[in-house]
């Protein structure tokens, strides 16, 4: 694991770093800004088929390194 992330969502600023994670409910405003380089996995549903779970892989790069 590796990286470091800024999230705000609906007003709220926290950052993460490797090994952390968060949940936020549908709909919500958010922006990710990436500290160091990172990977992320992101896990989501969509409304339309509550029993299945989707999940996308990122390796991001920041502009700061």
């Known amino acids: 694991a590796k990286g ?3 999230v705000v969502a609906d ?4 950052v993460f770093s ?8 549908h709909g919500i405003a ?3 800004e990436v500290l160091e ?3 992320l996995l992101e896990v989501y ?6 029993e299945e779970f989707y999940a996308t ?3 991001v790069g ?4």
């Open 18 to 25: 490797a090994g952390e994670s968060w949940c936020m409910d």
């Open 4 to 6: 470091k992330l800024k």
């Open 30 to 32: 958010h922006l990710t």
């Open 62 to 65: 920041s502009i700061y390194s």
């Open 45 to 50: 549903k969509r409304d339309k088929e509550p």
């Open 11 to 14: 007003g709220i600023v926290s």
């Open 37 to 39: 380089d990172s990977v």
């Open 57 to 59: 892989a990122l390796e």
